[in-house]
C-alpha cells in the first residue's frame, strides 16, 4: 500500500506502471475508490466480440494464416464491393 497526495485539481498520479493506460475509477464510497486496468473495444467492433461464431472464424483465420494456409485464389474485388453496396452503414 502506498500513501499518495492529490495535486490542488484533485488529480493523482499512478507512476510508470500506469502509464499510457485506460483505467476504470469506480467511487466505492466518500473514502474508497478502486482503480481498475481496462481495455476499451471500439463500438464499430463491439459485435464480433458478441458473435461467437464470427469470432471463432477470424481466429481460425488468424491461426490459418499464421501457418502459411493462404489462398491461391486473389479476393473477388466485384462481388466484395457489390456486398459492400448493399450492406447499411
Known amino acids: 500500500m502506498t500513501t499518495k ?6 488529480r493523482l498520479t499512478l507512476g510508470e506502471r500506469f502509464a499510457n493506460r485506460t483505467v476504470i475509477v469506480e467511487e466505492i464510497d466518500d473514502t474508497a475508490v478502486r482503480i481498475t486496468l481496462a481495455r476499451v473495444v471500439p463500438e464499430r467492433e463491439m459485435w464480433l466480440h458478441e458473435n461467437r461464431a464470427a469470432s471463432a472464424a477470424v481466429s481460425r483465420g488468424l491461426a490459418e494464416a ?6 491461391s485464389v486473389g479476393p473477388d474485388l466485384a462481388a466484395d464491393a457489390a456486398l459492400a453496396d448493399r450492406l447499411q452503414d
Open 5 to 10: 497526495t492529490t495535486d490542488s485539481k484533485g
Open 66 to 71: 499464421r501457418e502459411g494456409k493462404l489462398s
